[in-house]
C-alpha cells in the first residue's frame, strides 16, 4: 500500500470489522516527522508518543520535529537520518517510536492489526518491526525478496535481545558479511525490556510455490502463512520467470510458470491468503475453494474515505476509473528496487513523460539505496534514480537508470507530504494501484473500509473468512 496509504486510520477501520488491518512500515520515520512539521492536527501522533514506554525518546523527537501549527506553505521539511550500516542512535530512536505510533494509533479501538514491510529495504527493518512490536503488532507481513531471517530476528526482538538482519553489499566477496540491527536494552534502557513481547505471526508475501516451500522447509526460515500474490496485485511484482518479455505496450508478459500451484501451497500445512484480483464475494469463493484462509485486498481499501492517500488524488483515481480511462500500468522501469511495478496513469504525476523528465534527478530520503563495495574500500550507496554521472561514477550501468522514477518521494507526495526544495521545486506524486478495478461499480460512491468488507464478505459468517489488506 505505497508509502502511508494504508496507514492508522484505514487499518483501524478495517480491524473494527474484525478483519485483519494492515499499516504500511515503509518510510514511517520520514512521515512521523512530517507530519509533526505540519503540526500533527487532532493531536493524535503526539497522543502516540505520549504512550511511547520511553518518555525521553519522544521529548527528543518532539524537540526536533513537532512545529506548532505547522510549517509555513513551500517551507521544506527538516530531514530524518538516512538509513545505513553504521549505528546511529537518532535514526534507531525515531524509526522505534514511528512504528510505535502507527501501530498504537491503529489498535485503540482493537480488532487484528499487521504491519508490511520490503524485504528489499532491509536496512530499515530491525528497528521497524522492534517499534511495531512494543505497540502490540499482531501480524508482520514481508515481500519484495526472500524474508528467511525474519522468524529468528522476531523471536530474538520479542524477548528484546539483540537482532540483525545480513544486508545485500553488492560487490562483496564470499563469506563477507553485512549486517544492520538494533539491540533494544541500549536504545529504550533496560527497565523499558524487563517483559517479554508477545512474538507476531509473520506472513511471507510470495509469488510461487517454489519460494513457499523454501521458506517453509526449516524452522529457522518458516513463516507463520504466506500471502500469494498475482501479478495484477498493486505495488511491486515479482518479475516474470525465465527472460523478461515485454508486450506491445512495453508490460511484462507472464505466463503459466508464474501461476502459483496453490495445491502445493496447501500442503505445507500453513494458512494462506490469496492477492491481486480477489476483491469480489466471487473472489473470495475462489480463494476458499483453492484452499485459502481467506484473500489480500489493496486497492479497493486504498481508494476508500479511509486511505491515506491525499483526497485530491483520490478523487481523481476514482473519476478516471469510473469513467473506464485509468490505466494501471505494470512499469518494468519505474522502481529502482528493480522489480516490475505498478503506476496509476493519472496527469499532472510522475507517470507523466513530461513532469518526470521536469523533476530533477536526486536521492534525498534513500529507502531503495543499495549498499556496494567502493573499489577504495568501505562501503557505500547508489540509486538508479539519482543523478545518473553520480550513479556511473558509482559503478552503476547507465541502462539501470532509463525510466526510473524516484518512488521514495513520489509516494511520499502521493499522502500530501512532498518535499519543497529551495529552488522552489515542489515533488509531484507517484501513484500506484492493482491492475483489477471492477470492484468500484459495485461499491457505494463515497464509500469506506466497512462498505469493502462488507462488498467481499456478503452474507457470509465473517468469523470463517479473514480478510486483509
Known amino acids: 500500500m505505497g508509502v502511508g496509504v494504508s496507514g492508522w486510520r484505514l487499518a483501524r477501520a478495517?480491524?473494527?470489522?474484525?478483519?485483519?488491518?494492515?499499516?504500511?512500515?515503509?518510510?514511517?520515520?520520514?512521515?512521523?516527522?512530517r507530519r509533526l512539521q505540519q503540526g500533527d492536527p487532532g493531536g493524535h501522533l503526539r497522543a502516540a508518543l505520549a504512550a511511547f514506554p520511553v518518555p525521553a525518546i519522544s521529548e527528543r523527537i518532539l524537540?526536533?520535529?513537532?512545529?506548532?501549527?505547522?510549517?509555513?506553505?513551500?517551507?521544506?521539511?527538516?530531514?530524518?537520518?538516512?538509513?545505513?550500516?553504521?549505528?546511529?542512535?537518532?535514526?534507531?530512536?525515531?524509526a522505534v517510536a514511528a512504528n510505535f505510533a502507527e501501530v498504537f494509533l491503529a489498535r485503540r479501538d482493537g480488532g487484528p492489526v499487521g504491519i508490511n514491510y520490503l524485504e528489499k529495504i532491509q536496512m530499515a527493518t530491525p528497528a521497524a518491526a522492534y517499534g511495531a512490536m512494543l505497540a502490540g503488532v499482531d501480524f508482520v507481513l514481508m515481500g519484495a525478496g526472500i524474508p528467511s531471517q525474519i522468524p529468528g530476528l522476531l523471536d530474538r526482538l520479542a524477548a528484546h535481545m539483540p537482532g540483525e538482519v545480513s544486508v545485500t553489499v553488492a560487490g562483496a566477496e564470499a563469506g563477507e558479511r553485512h549486517t544492520v540491527g538494533i539491540d533494544p536494552a541500549a536504545v529504550l534502557g533496560r527497565a523499558a525490556t524487563a517483559e517479554p513481547l508477545a512474538r507476531p505471526r509473520l506472513l511471507a508475501i510470495v509469488s510461487s510455490d517454489?519460494?513457499?516451500?523454501?521458506?517453509?522447509?526449516?524452522?529457522?526460515?518458516?513463516?507463520?502463512?504466506?500471502?500469494?500474490?498475482?501479478p495484477v496485485a498493486g505495488g511491486h511484482s515479482a518479475p516474470p520467470r525465465g527472460r523478461m518479455r515485454l508486450d506491445d505496450t512495453e508490460q511484462p508478459v507472464y505466463g503459466p510458470r508464474d501461476e502459483a500451484n496453490l495445491g502445493k501451497i496447501a500442503a505445507l500445512g500453513l494458512p494462506f491468503w490469496l492477492a491481486g484480483g480477489y476483491a469480489s464475494r466471487d473472489g473470495v469463493a475462489r480463494a476458499r475453494a483453492a484452499g485459502a484462509a481467506g484473500v489480500q485486498v489493496g486497492t479497493a481499501f486504498a481508494l476508500c474515505r479511509e486511505s491515506g492517500l491525499d483526497d485530491k488524488q483520490r478523487r481523481r483515481l476514482l473519476e478516471r476509473a469510473g469513467a473506464g480511462a485509468l490505466r494501471v500500468r505494470n512499469d518494468p522501469h519505474a522502481s529502482p528496487a528493480g522489480f516490475p511495478f505498478k503506476v496509476a496513469g493519472l496527469?499532472?504525476?510522475?507517470?507523466?513523460?513530461?513532469?518526470?523528465?521536469?523533476?530533477?534527478?536526486?536521492?534525498?530520503?534513500?529507502?531503495?539505496?543499495?549498499?556496494?563495495?567502493?573499489?577504495?574500500?568501505?562501503?557505500?550507496?547508489?540509486?538508479?534514480?539519482?543523478?545518473?554521472?553520480?550513479?556511473l561514477r558509482k559503478g552503476g550501468r547507465a541502462e539501470e537508470t532509463d525510466g526510473r522514477r524516484c518512488l521514495c518521494n513520489g509516494l511520499v507526495a502521493a499522502i500530501g507530504l512532498g518535499q519543497h526544495r529551495p529552488d522552489g521545486y515542489e515533488e509531484q506524486p507517484l501513484l500506484t494501484l492493482g491492475q483489477d478495478l471492477d470492484f468500484l461499480a459495485r461499491l457505494p460512491e463515497g464509500y469506506g473500509a466497512?462498505?469493502?468488507?462488507?462488498?467481499?464478505?456478503?452474507?457470509?459468517?465473517?468469523?470463517?473468512?479473514r480478510v486483509g489488506h
Do not use: K, M, W
Open 14 to 33: 478495517v480491524a473494527r470489522t474484525g478483519q485483519l488491518g494492515v499499516v504500511s512500515g515503509v518510510a514511517l520515520d520520514v512521515t512521523l516527522a
Open 63 to 94: 524537540a526536533r520535529y513537532y512545529v506548532h501549527g505547522g510549517i509555513a506553505p513551500g517551507v521544506p521539511y527538516r530531514p530524518v537520518p538516512r538509513l545505513g550500516l553504521r549505528p546511529n542512535r537518532a535514526r534507531d530512536e525515531l
Open 450 to 465: 466497512a462498505d469493502v468488507v462488507a462488498h467481499l464478505l456478503g452474507d457470509a459468517d465473517p468469523r470463517g473468512t
Open 210 to 230: 517454489v519460494l513457499a516451500a523454501y521458506l517453509a522447509r526449516t524452522p529457522e526460515t518458516r513463516p507463520d502463512g504466506f500471502v500469494v500474490e498475482t
Open 347 to 391: 496527469e499532472e504525476t510522475l507517470a507523466e513523460a513530461e513532469v518526470y523528465e521536469r523533476r530533477p534527478r536526486l536521492c534525498d530520503l534513500g529507502h531503495l539505496r543499495t549498499p556496494y563495495v567502493r573499489p577504495e574500500g568501505g562501503v557505500g550507496f547508489r540509486c538508479p534514480a539519482e543523478p545518473v554521472d553520480a550513479y
